[in-house]
């Protein structure tokens, strides 16, 4: 079992619509929790990162996180064509402060 | 520029060479990391350094790689008599002191090509 794990998409969604991306993490001392964005030949760019249970909103963005399902999600309201990216999943487990990534989910936002 | 910088962006070398990758924190972070990106892969944690120390290398390979965080200057990814397999995107983020699980924000990073 992946320690992080994403479909890899992709997950198509037309403009004005809302994506909805989701990952589940296997360690349950996982404390921090994080989406990056990763546009094709690009660095990762932090989106949003959530630690409670809950959500978290931050403009069109948010996160959602159910430490009992080891789940977490982004929800990206009103999509844009500029959303087109991968979105990569992260986590951080306890004392640890390395992130663990999960391979990203692909999504297409068209016209 | 205030966030992290890498340079180079692009290093081509050939087999058996040495390639240097380097890595400058964004301003008030201490805390640096290294990921490596190979095509088609995920992010792959490396290490994890503080100014003079080696906090966590459970990621680098065993052999040829190499890492510090001096207390002057840049961290440096260090890969000795490189092989095709390290081709590959190397990422450097940094992060602020304090507690672990702080965001990490990444550097444009340094695509390593060997001939």
């Known amino acids: 079992q992946k320690e992080v794990e994403q479909n890899s998409g992709p997950l198509s969604v037309p403009e004005g619509a809302i994506a909805s991306l989701n990952c589940t993490y296997s360690?349950?001392?996982?404390?921090?929790f994080f989406w990056y964005r990763q546009y094709s030949g690009k660095s990762p760019e932090l989106i949003m990162f959530?630690?409670?249970?809950g959500d978290k909103e931050d403009g069109r963005f948010t996160a959602q996180l159910n430490k009992a399902s080891q789940y977490v999600s982004l929800l990206i309201r009103d999509s844009q064509p500029s959303d087109s990216a991968t979105y990569l999943c992260?986590?951080?487990?306890?004392?640890?402060?390395?992130?663990?990534f999960g391979t990203g989910t692909r999504l297409q936002v068209t016209l | 520029n205030a966030g992290v910088m890498q340079n180079p962006r692009h290093l081509v070398r050939r087999r058996g060479q040495e390639a240097r990758l380097r890595c400058s924190p964004m301003?008030?972070?201490?805390?640096v990391y290294w990921y490596r990106q190979l095509p088609e892969e995920g992010l792959k944690f490396m290490v994890y350094?503080?100014?003079?120390?080696?906090?966590?290398e459970s990621g680098m390979p065993k052999e040829r790689f190499s890492a510090e965080f001096p207390k002057e200057g840049p961290s440096i990814l260090r890969i000795q008599q490189v092989v095709r397999g390290d081709s590959a995107a190397y990422f450097c983020?940094?992060?602020?002191?304090?507690?672990?699980?702080?965001?990490?924000?990444f550097g444009d990073g340094t695509r390593l090509s060997i001939l």
């Open positions: 350094l503080q100014k003079e120390n080696i906090i966590d």
């Open positions: 992260a986590v951080n487990t306890g004392t640890a402060s390395k992130l663990t």
């Open positions: 301003k008030g972070h201490s805390h």
């Open positions: 360690d349950r001392g996982s404390q921090s």
């Open positions: 983020a940094s992060s602020p002191p304090g507690s672990s699980g702080q965001p990490q924000h």
């Open positions: 959530i630690y409670s249970n």
